[in-house]
């Protein structure tokens, strides 16, 4: 077995996290449930790979009592909305997105976190699977079918708060490393949310999620994904990672499991909880601690 492949995606038939478009070509329609959880202007896009259903990461799969958005849900309600979808706790399940690997990684994230590991990610997502001349359906996903029998067993550890953070930045074992852009990072563009600061937490490590990705938002092989993370957090194996708002952190997640890695823990609130304005401490400049770095707090 794999440092990539667990006991239970090797049950599943998954190779591991990922899967390319040929291996879902051959499987498509034979027990895998596909997902496209697209967000944004992408989601409802009318295109589908065939028979994929909608993981609405912007709807129902987010708890909206939180004022920061694609906030985990709990338990009852996540598997309400699994059920819904008709997701059996027997299925295997892959989960795309119309952008490459940009928030599928977000729904892979959070059915393991609830337990579920027979999940994969398709490789370079949509627009992968179309270069491959494989058919789409001119339609938005969706599902009316019969429900699952899906329960959510929650995992703890693998989605942390602003506390576990807190901790973990003070913890020379760990590294925070943040998904967004270096120049996000560094305070230098602003961020696309109102109301947050710039920068990035005091003693967080820059890893953008799209250094991880070769053109076409397939992910590198596992050995320079390693060095990538070994560049970003040196020799320490405890990982947490950021972004935006927890989507493209679980970029990071994904790349670090294909790396080896096995200690990981995603912010939920990521940065549109932490830069919000409040006695969270917040530093400016290319590095967390370097010559340029300024540290804040209101």
């Known amino acids: 077995m794999s440092a990539t492949t667990s006991p239970t995606t090797a049950a599943a038939g998954l190779p591991g996290p990922l899967v390319d478009t040929d291996w879902l070509a051959a499987r498509r329609g034979a027990g895998v449930v596909l997902f496209d959880a697209s967000v944004g202007a992408h989601r409802g896009a009318a295109a589908r790979i065939p028979g994929a259903r909608p993981f609405n990461l912007d709807g129902e799969l987010s708890d909206h009592t939180f004022a920061v958005p694609h906030t985990m849900p709990g338990a009852q309600k996540f598997t309400e909305a699994l059920c819904a979808l008709g997701v059996h706790d027997t299925d295997t399940v892959v989960v795309y997105d119309a952008q490459g690997i940009y928030s599928s990684a977000r729904a892979w994230w959070m ?93 967080s490590a820059s890893l953008p999620f799209g250094e991880l990705q070769r053109d076409g938002g397939v992910m590198r ?78």
């Open 221 to 298: 092989p596992a050995d320079e994904l390693r060095t990538a993370f070994e560049a970003a957090a040196g020799d320490r194996e405890q990982l947490y990672f950021s972004c935006g708002s927890g989507v493209t952190a679980c970029v990071l997640a994904l790349g670090a499991t294909l790396a080896g890695y096995r200690d990981l823990a995603v912010y939920d609130g990521s940065w549109s909880e932490w830069g919000l304005f409040s006695d969270r401490p917040v530093a400016t400049g290319e590095a967390a601690g370097d010559a340029t770095g300024e540290s804040s707090s209101p």
């Open 111 to 203: 059915l393991r976190a609830m337990g579920f590991d027979r999940v994969a990610v398709l490789d370079g997502g949509l627009p992968a699977w179309t270069a491959a001349g494989h058919p789409v359906e001119p339609v938005p996903a969706a599902y009316d079918g019969p429900r699952g029998t899906f329960t959510a067993r929650p995992q703890p550890g693998l989605i942390v708060d602003a506390d576990a953070v807190t901790a973990a930045l003070a913890d020379p074992a760990a590294a925070v490393l943040d998904a967004r852009t270096r120049e996000r990072y560094a305070g230098t563009a602003p961020e696309p949310r109102l109301g947050l600061r710039g920068g990035h937490m005091p003693g």
